[in-house]
C-alpha cells in the first residue's frame, strides 16, 4: 500500500530508493508536466512542486492536443494530467502520451473517480489516480513514489472504486456467449434463444454449457448474476431455470 491518502489507495511493487528514477540519480529534479484547462489550478500546482526540492516544471498544456505536444518536446518524468481536458478522450491521450515517452508516468488529477473509468486508465497505463482535495504533502509523496518505481500505483479513489479495481477480473466469454445470456438475462430459453438467434436449440446448449465453466455457474440466474456484477451484460429481468 501506498502511503496515507484520502479515500483508499493502493501500491504495488517493493519500495525504490531515491536515485530509482529514470535516467536520474539522487540529487536530479523530476520533471513534471502540468496538464488543465484552467490556468489558476495550474499555476496553484506550479507553486506547490516548485516549493519541494527536487523537483521542476518541465511545461504547461491546457488541452489534450498541447499535452502530447508537450511530452514530444520535453519527454518529463510526470505528467499531472486533468482528467476532463478538451480536446480527445482521455484515455486515448494517455495512449498517446505512453506511445510518445513510454518512461513518462502519468497521473490522473479528477474530482470524481467512477470504477469504470479508473479501470479504464489503469489499463491504459496511469500511475496513478488521485482525487484533487489531496493535501499538497500527498501529492509530492504520490509524484515522488511513482517516479522512483515504475511498478507503483498510487489512488486515492473511494472504496468502493477501489473494490472493484481490485476484484478478480471476469473471464472474457465470446460474443456469441454473450449475446446468448443477454438474452437468456430476459428470460427467455434455450428454445426461445435458438429461434432469435436463427440456430439450432443445441448451439444454444454448448453456449450455456461454456459461460457456465467459464463463469463458475450453478444457474442460469447465476450466470446472469456474475455477468452483470462484472459489467459484461446489462440487467434485465431473469429466469431461474437451473440447467444450461
Request: proline share 6%; net charge negative; charged share 25%.
Amino acid at each position: 500500500m501506498t502511503g496515507a491518502m484520502p479515500g483508499a489507495g493502493l501500491g504495488s511493487g517493493p519500495e525504490s530508493g531515491p536515485d530509482s528514477g529514470p535516467d536520474s540519480g539522487p540529487d536530479s529534479a523530476i520533471s513534471i508536466a502540468l496538464v488543465d484547462d484552467h490556468a489558476l489550478f495550474r499555476e496553484g500546482l506550479r507553486e506547490i512542486l516548485e516549493s519541494f526540492g527536487g523537483m521542476r516544471i518541465a511545461g504547461e498544456a491546457g488541452d489534450s492536443a498541447a499535452a502530447v505536444a508537450l511530452v514530444s518536446a520535453t519527454r518529463p518524468d510526470v505528467v499531472l494530467l486533468d482528467v476532463e481536458i478538451p480536446g480527445e478522450e482521455v484515455t486515448d491521450t494517455v495512449a498517446r502520451i505512453r506511445d510518445l515517452s513510454p518512461e513518462t508516468r502519468i497521473i490522473i488529477l479528477s474530482m470524481y473517480d467512477g470504477p469504470q473509468l479508473l479501470t479504464r486508465l489503469l489499463s491504459a497505463g496511469i500511475r496513478g489516480y488521485l482525487h484533487k482535495s489531496v493535501r499538497r504533502d500527498e501529492l509530492i509523496a504520490a509524484v515522488r513514489s511513482v517516479y522512483q518505481d515504475s511498478s507503483r500505483l498510487v489512488l486515492a479513489v473511494s472504496r468502493t472504486s477501489l473494490a472493484h479495481v481490485e476484484a478478480p477480473p471476469c473471464p472474457v466469454l465470446s460474443d456469441k456467449e454473450l449475446e446468448v445470456l443477454q438474452l437468456a438475462a430476459q428470460a427467455l430459453s434455450n428454445h426461445q434463444i435458438a429461434r432469435r438467434l436463427g440456430v439450432a436449440e443445441a448451439t444454444v446448449k454448448r453456449h450455456m454449457h461454456n459461460i457456465f465453466l467459464k463463469l463458475n455457474a450453478v444457474s442460469r440466474i447465476d450466470a446472469v448474476n456474475k455477468a452483470v456484477a462484472g459489467s459484461l451484460i446489462t440487467p434485465h429481468s431473469r429466469s431461474d431455470a437451473e440447467g444450461p
